[in-house]
């Protein structure tokens, strides 16, 4: 039979394409541990504060830690009659207790409630993210220590621009996913308040103590405001922002894996393990994993958009516009892990980087020609007339099919007299890179002392 939710006040029953129109309970299922957990923090509070006897606050968390259990077991599994997740908990925590169980909810709404599940929640989801940044830096530093002597070319405009070491390359992307790491950590601190105690809206009549539900549930503080406590989405906001910035991440590296493994560059060869064929081309593998990456990018940014305009029109302080912040956030959550998940996989495992064609690249372009101008500014030609001079020479080489490395020493030597056998030295790829030796450069040195300062980076506690 259809238990009663609403006061005396209501008549006739729901109608039932509305009760489904209404319910949350297929999605917010996802908070039950948290909202478990929040409920023994609320009851213990209650004893605590002599609202209710130690005796019933014992009974109360008992029946919520065995729904717990039946959760785990898969014994407990609310339909559409429960609403939400929070009725379905605390019905059945009446079958199980009896009346006792309908003194949970004394000094406390849903509104403060669901706003304390999805803090907790996010909390979690927060942590194992970042323990995946790190196992995708990890893989990177990795790679990065197998290649600081492989020369790739380095782009502007996807123009070849001038040659760099792979590991310098794969270190961008460490810093990227650093930056992420200290975000994410940072959007911590505020999912990390409390809202419980916040009441419906304007906090509540009973002597209620919301530091206490604040350390049990490990809070770093409450909202100082029980009007902003359950009304903020900031923090799912904060965080959805915070993971279109890893899927950016992400996506860039995808678009570059991608380009890598076409035969136009053919960089990288996939491996099987992380490969797909085609159902209709035999001879074809595709780089299926990095382009779901970059095609998942959009449901994170969209999830974000979704938020911003689920917020921006509403007045203080619950509406039921707020129950459509879950899909997003949980939604964004999944992919994101999912993404990082692949892409270290894929990074481990899935791709070999194809070194003699790496070293053809960078030798048969004129990505050296930098290096020509820079070798006569070294001996006292002004930068923008050297910088004229190598323009000359590159057309020059161009229309006679030649690369710097195959001009004689006489003929560097009428263009300009400053020329010396060095030449050849200071234009050979190995020593065009290593010779950016500036701070943040891609000088082999500069590359090989980014590897350790990233090691210690990611070793240090938090
Ligand atoms: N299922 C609701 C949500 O997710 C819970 C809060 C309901 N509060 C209310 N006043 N109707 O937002």
Redesign the pocket.
Known sequence: MQQQTWSQRFELALNPAIARFNA?ISF?IELIEYDLTGSVAHAKMLAHTGIISTTEAEQLVAGLEQIRQEYQQGQFTPGIEAE?V?FAVERRLTEIVGDVGKKLHTAR???DQ?GTDTRLYLRDQITQIRTQLREFQSVLLNLAEQHIETLIPGYTHLQRAQPLSLAHHLLAYFQMAQRDWERLGDVYKRVNISPLGSG?LAGTTFPIDRHYTAQLLNFDGVYANSLDGVSDRDFAIEFLSAASLIMVHLSRLSEEVILWASEEFSFIKLKDSCATGSSIMPQKKNPDVPELVRGKTGRVYGHLQALLVLMKGLPLA?N?D??ED?EALFDGVKTVKACLEAMTILLDQGLEFRTNRLAEAVAEDFSNATDVADYLAARGVPFREAYNLVGKVVKTCVAAGKLLKDLSLEEWKELHPAFEEDIYQAIAPQQVVAARNSYGGTGFEQVSRAIQAARSQISAAS
């Open positions: 949350s917010d939400d929070h709404s849903r509104n669901v419906a619950y039921k707020l129950q879950k």
